[in-house]
């Protein structure tokens, strides 16, 4: 009976730890959306005279992007 015990209060343990967990990820996922909505609202000052604007539309997502991957985790 000791061993099924122990056995329950390890698998609590880690329903517990995989709840909190998920709770943080849900987490980082809603502040990767909301840092990438402003993706979509680029400033036009971002394309410059003479330049093909889609390129600069993916350097400047890239760009983003790269800011994201290079941050600290909070």
Not at 24 to 35: G, P, R
Not at 51 to 61: G, I, R
């Amino acid at each position: 009976v000791g061993d099924s015990y122990r056995d329950l209060i390890s698998s609590a343990d880690a329903i517990k730890d995989i709840a909190e967990q998920c709770h943080v990820v849900a987490e980082k996922l809603s502040t990767l959306m909301e840092t990438s909505e402003g993706v979509s609202e680029m400033p036009s000052s971002a394309t410059g005279p003479g330049q093909d604007e889609e390129v600069e539309k993916v350097y400047w997502v890239a760009s983003k992007v790269k800011y994201m991957v290079d941050s600290q985790e909070a």
